[in-house]
């Protein structure tokens, strides 16, 4: 394997035993959600009790411990973290420690369908950046990925992003037989609206109402097929994260990709998840945890959580178990995407 070790400048900064710094923090603010995409949550999901959940102000001490260990970016995920009653707060707290230099960047993954409302609240809070996942144009085929019949929702939803001054990035999941034949119109459409575009391979997290391995549809192939609409070209773009990177010929777009099964990238991680009750998971593929929350309740909540992401760290592993063998998904992972968002 090979590790890419990153230069340490904050003392107490957070590294792992690979010498990987980790300066972005994924939060799930919420496991609920508008949508039951099918190959995120089932359709009858029990969702946590109110009590287990940190509340905004505990998230805010807990991102607090992050940015003081090192963490640079953070990114508001879920379920769908614009449904979380008052979340604005917590981006414009966020924002706060922008503007005094403490972090870089506070960003959100969303499924769109609460922007219209929400954009120019987001912008004004501070944040630059959106990711909205979309995995169709079609009225249709988008009723039948999410159960839900909200596409224009979020297709408003992207436009009062753009218009409220957003960089929009499109998340999109590769899915046999559901939207394999239309990811070239959307990588279009993208281009269109000057918009990036990231497609994922699903991965098998959580159980769901139907055999993941249904609509595994490798990437690998996706871009094969592109290329025959599209001039590709690998870029040297990284994030830190698994995405690899193409331009597109004649257009300012890029387009993203997130192999997980087909190919590995986990050297250079430098993230980890923490979920809407306080739990720290090192690797979105692994279920070694650590519980924050009840140094996050306890008399002395900066030094026991300083103690307990010390303690994180030195279990990071290095990297999932995801892989296809024989036709069957492998290195399954119990919990939801929707616990540790994307
Ligand atoms: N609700 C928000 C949304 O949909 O963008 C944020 C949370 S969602 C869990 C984050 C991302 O994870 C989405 O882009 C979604 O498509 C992706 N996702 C969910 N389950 C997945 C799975 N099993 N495999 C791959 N991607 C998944
Ligand atoms: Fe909800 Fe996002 Fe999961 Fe879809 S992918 S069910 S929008 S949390």
């Known amino acids: 394997m090979t590790i890419m070790k990153t230069t340490n400048q904050n003392p107490t900064a957070l590294t792992d035993t690979f010498g990987r710094q980790?300066?972005?923090?994924?939060?799930?603010?919420?496991?609920?959600?508008?949508?039951?995409?099918?190959?995120?949550?089932?359709?009858?999901?029990?969702?946590?009790?109110?009590?287990?959940?940190l509340s905004l102000e505990e998230m805010l001490m807990l991102c607090n411990a992050f940015i003081d260990r090192g963490v640079r970016r953070i990114r508001l995920t879920g379920g769908e973290p614009l449904v979380r009653k008052d979340i604005i707060w917590l981006f414009e707290q966020l924002g706060k420690q922008i503007n005094s230099k403490r972090i870089d960047e506070v960003t959100v993954t969303t499924n769109g369908t609460q922007l219209s409302k929400m954009a120019t609240d987001l912008y004004n809070a501070g944040v630059r950046r959106v990711n909205i996942s979309l995995d169709t144009l079609k009225r249709d085929a988008f009723a039948e990925i999410t159960r839900r019949d909200s596409l224009s929702k979020v297709?408003?939803?992207?436009?009062?992003?753009?218009?409220?001054?957003?960089?929009?990035?499109?998340?999109?999941?590769?899915?046999?037989?559901?939207?394999?034949?239309e990811i070239s119109d959307i990588l279009n459409w993208c281009i269109t609206k000057g918009?990036?575009?990231?497609?994922?391979?699903?991965m098998p997290l959580g159980n769901i109402d139907s055999a993941r391995e249904d609509s595994y549809l490798p990437l690998t192939g996706v871009i094969d097929n592109l290329k025959t609409d599209?001039?590709?070209?690998?870029?040297?773009?990284?994030?830190?994260?698994?995405?690899?990177?193409?331009?597109?010929?004649?257009?300012a777009s890029k387009l993203g990709v997130i192999t997980p099964l087909t190919n590995n990238f986990c050297d250079g991680c430098n993230r980890v998840r923490v979920t809407c009750t306080g739990r720290i998971y090192m690797c979105l593929g692994q279920s070694n945890h650590v519980d924050l929350r009840e140094a996050i309740?306890?008399?002395?909540?900066?030094?026991?959580?300083?103690?307990?992401?010390?303690?994180?760290?030195q279990e990071k592993p290095y990297g999932h178990d995801f892989a296809m063998k024989d036709g069957k998904m492998t290195g399954t992972v119990g919990r939801h995407m929707s616990m540790t968002g994307g």
Not at 25 to 50: G, Q, W
């Open 195 to 202: 918009l990036d575009l990231t497609l994922i391979e699903t």
């Open 297 to 313: 309740r306890s008399t002395n909540p900066e030094a026991e959580l300083n103690k307990l992401l010390g303690n994180a760290m």
């Open 155 to 181: 297709m408003e939803g992207i436009d009062a992003a753009l218009s409220a001054g957003l960089k929009v990035k499109i998340n999109t999941v590769a899915l046999k037989n559901k939207n394999e034949h």
């Open 230 to 251: 599209f001039t590709l070209t690998p870029n040297t773009h990284r994030t830190g994260g698994p995405a690899r990177y193409y331009s597109i010929e004649n257009s």
């Open 22 to 53: 980790i300066s972005y923090l994924r939060l799930s603010v919420t496991d609920r959600c508008d949508l039951r995409c099918h190959y995120c949550m089932a359709e009858n999901m029990i969702f946590l009790p109110k009590a287990e959940v």
